[in-house]
């Protein structure tokens, strides 16, 4: 690595989805969004579901997450959080499906601790879906 890159590992309990030098980043906090260059100051935060958007060989990547936690360190950015998944590996139908399904299930009268969860898994599908729609304006972009 060197002093205009990023070493980022972006993982979850389960494995490591990404490993390697960036030059950007940007990650959603309860505040909106953080955007991360070489130089950042050493930093912990709490992320929200969304998208980390992340940029290496002059290329816009993007991952679906979960909750979890950011840690900056000296140009190194640890990012574990309990679901992530790169946007070229969603599989839309799928997702578009399940956000149908919870939507629905929202719908009718359940209890609060049940809400709650149904509210969540909504949240990460809308997430996957703003992933694989920002990785189709980058690549529509280029096209052009």
């Known amino acids: 690595m060197n002093k205009k890159s990023l070493h980022l590992e972006l993982s979850t309990p389960d494995k490591v989805i990404f490993k390697g030098d960036v030059s950007y980043i940007v990650v959603p906090v ?14 912990l935060a709490h992320l929200t579901i969304g998208v980390v958007k992340v940029i290496y060989n002059n290329e816009s990547h993007y991952f ?4 979890g936690f950011m840690e900056i360190v000296d140009n190194n950015v640890y990012i574990t ?22 939507e629905q299930l929202l719908s009718q009268r359940k209890a609060i601790s049940q ?7 909504l949240q990460k599908a809308l997430a996957k879906l703003r992933a694989v729609k920002s990785l189709e304006e980058t690549k529509g972009s280029k096209e052009q």
Do not use: M
Request: proline share 2%; hydrophobic share 35%.
């Open 30 to 43: 309860e505040d909106g969004l953080l955007g991360i260059l070489p130089g950042h100051i050493n930093t």
């Open 64 to 67: 679906a997450i979960g909750e």
């Open 81 to 102: 959080v309990d679901s992530a998944e790169k946007a070229e590996d969603i599989d839309l139908l799928k997702v578009k499906k399940e956000k149908e399904e919870l």
């Open 115 to 121: 809400r709650i969860q149904l509210y969540t898994s």
